[in-house]
């Protein structure tokens, strides 16, 4: 799975953790406990198995895209798309192991007329919520 690279909008921010890719995939593939360990996320519900095409609904500072599963693939990438308020969005988290650890790629394209009308601040927006999802998901794993 890719994000569209000709999107509006592209963020990738990477991370190390110090854990296997095993570990991490854990807590990333329990969906429904984010709100556990992530405070931008406040309602998750997977509807169904963890698999490809599986829909879920969740809060997400104040939005609440419909999601749907594209990629999981145990381990190595958990990848979604979305829409919410004007906004069609591809994230995917990949996993690399790394020197004894898991460098996590996070990806993701946006695009829709919110993303054009208001890109500077949706851009923040955007880069903001992935640093923390990084620094969350970092301080889980390496916390277990």
């Not at 997977?46 to 095409?53: H, I, P, Y």
């Not at 990629?71 to 919410?84: D, E, Y």
């Not at 829709?112 to 927006?125: E, Q």
Request: hydrophobic share 40%.
């Amino acid at each position: 799975m890719e994000t569209n690279k000709k999107a509006p909008l592209l963020f990738r921010h990477d991370i190390l953790i110090n854990a296997t890719p095993e570990q991490v995939w854990t807590v990333l593939a329990d969906m429904e406990r984010w709100p556990d360990w992530n405070t931008d996320v406040t309602y998750m519900m997977l509807k169904g198995e963890l698999k490809s095409g599986t829909q879920f609904i969740w809060r997400e500072k104040g939005a609440k895209p419909t999601s749907y599963l594209q990629s999981v693939l145990p381990n190595q990438q958990l990848g979604w798309t979305g829409k919410a308020m004007g906004i069609s969005a591809i994230h995917i988290f990949t996993l690399i192991p790394q020197n004894g650890g898991t460098l996590v790629v996070q990806e993701e394209s946006l695009e829709g007329w919110l993303v054009t009308v208001l890109k500077p601040i949706v851009r923040k927006i955007g880069n903001n919520g992935m640093t923390h999802w990084n620094n969350a998901l970092k301080l889980r794993v390496e916390s277990i």
